[in-house]
């Protein structure tokens, strides 16, 4: 998965950024969804996990997650099942 590690928090705890495409169930069928549609879909779902969107000019469509390496696979399956679910 794509990840790209940013600068920690100012407690010291890692964050890393997560393009929105990336959190969109795979073979989701979109219908008549825009970009911008399908980029609150998954922030709203990423939210109920911690994820953040992440205002930067240099990343376009980012959602940040302040967790660990090893927890991040974990959240990427967490909201993929939040977002098909609403489907």
Same mark, same amino acid.
């Given at each position: 998965?794509?990840? $790209?590690? +940013? ?9 890393? #950024? #997560?393009?929105?495409? $990336?959190?969109?169930?795979?073979? *989701?069928?979109?219908? =008549?969804?825009? +970009? ?5 879909? #998954? +922030?709203? =779902? *990423? ?10 000019? =240099?990343?376009?469509?980012? +959602? #940040? ?15 993929? *099942?939040?977002?098909? *679910?609403?489907?």
């Amino acid at each position: 998965m794509d990840f $790209t590690r +940013i600068k920690s928090d100012v407690n010291g705890n890692p964050r890393h #950024v #997560v393009h929105f495409l $990336t959190l969109e169930p795979e073979g *989701a069928d979109h219908g =008549a969804l825009t +970009i911008p549609e399908r980029y609150q879909r #998954v +922030i709203k =779902a *990423a939210n109920k996990l911690g994820g953040r969107k992440y205002h930067n000019r =240099a990343y376009g469509g980012g +959602i #940040v997650f302040q967790a660990y390496e090893c927890e991040l696979p974990r959240l990427v399956e967490l909201v993929r *099942a939040l977002v098909g *679910a609403k489907q």
